[in-house]
């Protein structure tokens, strides 16, 4: 199975920061990746697919990028709705979700 | 409009068993892989394993192979994660998941989600 290591798994941040998610694969998975935004009680939102691809609805604050084993997910200008935790899924060879980011309100 | 409506919430006691239900509805369910993720109370997203209407096509996870099995019946557009001799760590939210058709046909994310079943076992 392809693991999937997410950092950090806290994040502090205030309103109008820039951050940055990363995940690494055990292997190599070319652009075969994906980023969810969960928030308390709800379903995963997807945000970036295939790397750097924007869901269309998503703001464009959020933005993803990398290939092979190593992606980041940077959300720009953070807005209070941001406040939530993201996930990252590969999905070159069946799934494997990342343990998730926590970005809470520094 | 593309739905994934799941079951409701249930309460099972330990050893009991549990078929959850996924019904698609807005578009061709058979030509969409379905996948089931766990959530613990807390915790991140597991996937489970994932299940092709079209041909019946089937993958499981190993940390889930052996413990849950996934099926369908596509004359009710409805996808199934059934759970045997429940114990307590499978109290979880169960969500059923469309997997995206994407430029590779093998590969896709997963672009809708039902809204979850949870699930409490607990004697």
């Known amino acids: 199975d392809i693991q999937m290591t997410q950092s950090p798994s806290t994040l502090s941040a205030s309103v109008g920061d820039t951050v940055t998610i990363t995940c690494r694969a055990s292997q190599n998975i070319y652009s075969w990746l994906a980023w969810y935004q969960q928030k308390p009680g709800k379903t995963p939102k997807l945000l970036i697919f295939r790397a750097s691809n924007l869901e269309s609805g998503v703001p464009s604050r959020f933005s993803g990028s990398g290939s092979g084993t190593e992606f980041t997910l940077t959300i720009s200008s953070l807005q209070p709705d941001d406040f939530a935790t993201y996930y990252c899924l590969q999905y070159d060879t069946f799934h494997s979700f990342g343990q998730g980011t926590n970005l809470a309100i520094k | 409009e593309v739905q994934l409506v799941q079951s409701g919430a249930e309460v099972k006691k330990p050893g009991e068993s549990l078929k959850i239900s996924c019904t698609g509805s807005g578009y061709i369910f058979a030509a969409y892989w379905i996948g089931w993720v766990r959530q613990m109370p807390g915790k991140g997203l597991e996937w489970m394993g994932i299940i092709y209407p079209g041909d019946f096509d089937t993958r499981y996870s190993s940390s889930f192979r052996g413990q849950v099995t996934i099926s369908v019946d596509k004359s009710l557009s409805t996808a199934y994660l059934q759970l045997t001799s429940l114990e307590a760590s499978d109290t979880a939210i169960y969500y059923c998941?469309?997997?995206?058709?994407?430029?590779?046909?093998?590969?896709?994310?997963?672009?809708?989600w039902g809204r979850g079943t949870p699930v409490t076992v607990s004697s």
């Open positions: 998941a469309r997997r995206a058709i994407s430029t590779d046909v093998t590969r896709g994310h997963f672009d809708f």
